[in-house]
């Protein structure tokens, strides 16, 4: 088991290095300008009309020779049609060829909550950063955090839930769930389901599942039972459907299901 925990805290610290790569100028033009964001205008063999500004609260920015020009929310090729259109417009030159560059994302923000191990709001500092690389931005999940991450968000004008199995992922190679995240997104790590031990056993307490644990191994978690305790009277008491307490005597290689409380019996010999 212990084995298992670091194969999966090495794989979440490595998150960002597996995640699917591009270069720069092939994620810009899917990218829409947010307030706060830095840019770079320049106009082809027109050096008087290079700026580096920041895109206002309203969207806007501020240019030489046309005033102020509404960018948010434009993708960068659109904004820079834009601006062209507004240096046209104006008569200031006949065709102007415009390029924008992205000095520094801050428009764009990602919440990252739950058990991870530095919870916060964090700037998309570049373009197409996957789910998996937010969650290495985060610190990576906490020891007490599940295997399992909620993405939401909104796309296309519409809200967008997903849970994705981050481990699996990289175990069974779907990397088509280490989707790209977008600004406003709130990504949470809830917290590892657990199972309970007590009676004549080795260590009470309470314990993550691990994936596919069985009984076997919940047991053994504990220590096994103690010099008092047996097997034969493990007893394990579980919420049903109508969320009643049951005592059943499992098998034990059945698998434990969150707050699954077990207990050791005394032996009677």
């Given at each position: ?21 591009a270069t720069a ?104 950063i996957r789910l ?138």
């Amino acid at each position: 088991m212990n084995i298992r925990r670091w194969i999966r805290t090495l794989l979440i610290s490595l998150a960002a290095l597996l995640a699917f790569s591009a270069t720069a100028q092939e994620r810009l033009p899917e990218y829409r300008l947010g307030s706060g964001d830095r840019i770079r205008i320049s106009v082809f063999q027109n050096p008087d009309l290079t700026v580096e500004t920041r895109v206002t609260e309203n969207g806007t920015i501020s240019y030489p020779l046309v005033g102020s020009v509404k960018v948010g929310g434009l993708t960068i090729p659109a904004a820079e049609q834009a601006i062209g259109q507004a240096l046209k417009g104006g008569n200031f030159i006949k065709e102007p060829q415009v390029n924008i560059s992205l000095l520094q994302n801050r428009g764009n923000q990602v919440s990252v909550l739950g058990e991870v191990r530095r919870p916060g709001r964090y700037p998309l500092e570049t373009v197409d950063i996957r789910l998996s690389e937010m969650i290495a931005i985060g610190g990576g999940i906490a020891p007490t955090g599940a295997d399992t991450v909620i993405l939401t968000g909104t796309r296309d004008g519409k809200p967008l839930r997903k849970e994705v199995d981050l481990v699996g992922m990289f175990l069974d190679n779907k990397f088509d769930d280490d989707i790209v995240v977008a600004g406003g997104d709130v990504i949470y790590v809830h917290r590892q389901p657990v199972f309970y031990i007590y009676g004549e056993v080795q260590k009470a307490g309470a314990f993550r599942i691990e994936r596919g644990m069985t009984i076997r191994q919940a047991l053994a978690q504990g220590g096994g039972p103690n010099a008092r305790g047996t097997e034969k009277g493990l007893l394990v008491y579980r919420r049903n459907a109508a969320g009643t307490m049951e005592q059943i005597s499992p098998d034990m290689n059945d698998l434990v299901r969150p707050n699954d409380v077990l207990r050791i019996q005394e032996s009677l010999f």
